[in-house]
């Protein structure tokens, strides 16, 4: 089984909201940096937000207070609750994961990350 595996994307129009859920296997999330990413076609891997394992959380300056990380450590869950999703928020959305403490020094750096999952599709019409 995959290590993470991401659910809650779909296509929704602008303005909406989508819960986007990554639950993690073969490992406890307590101790683990967790972080959402996304990727346009065409464009890189970029950081959405972050949380450490003492739960500092970071989020891309492009949130601007839309969106909210959370973790359940007893359900080895991490979340995303996305609101007033804009067309430019259409991407493929990923988890990952890392127990190193390298993402609590770089929490949008790709090698902080150990562990990633599939992806979910977010889009978002005008």
């Known amino acids: 089984q995959a290590p993470l595996v991401e659910s809650g994307g779909g296509s929704v129009q602008a303005g909406g909201s989508l819960k986007l859920s990554c639950v993690a296997s073969g490992f406890g999330l307590s101790g683990y940096s967790m972080a959402w990413f996304r990727q346009a076609p065409g464009e890189e891997r970029e950081g959405v937000a972050a949380?450490?394992?003492?739960?500092?959380?970071t989020y891309g300056d492009f949130v601007k207070g839309r969106f909210t990380i959370s973790r359940d450590n007893d359900k080895n869950t991490l979340y995303l609750q996305m609101t007033s999703l804009k067309v430019e928020d259409t991407a493929m959305y990923y988890c990952?994961?890392?127990?190193?403490?390298?993402?609590?020094?770089?929490?949008?750096?790709?090698?902080?990350?150990?562990?990633w999952g599939q992806g979910t599709q977010v889009t978002v019409s005008s």
């Open positions: 949380i450490d394992e003492h739960d500092k959380i």
């Open positions: 990952a994961a890392d127990g190193r403490g390298i993402a609590t020094v770089i929490p949008f750096g790709l090698p902080s990350y150990y562990y």
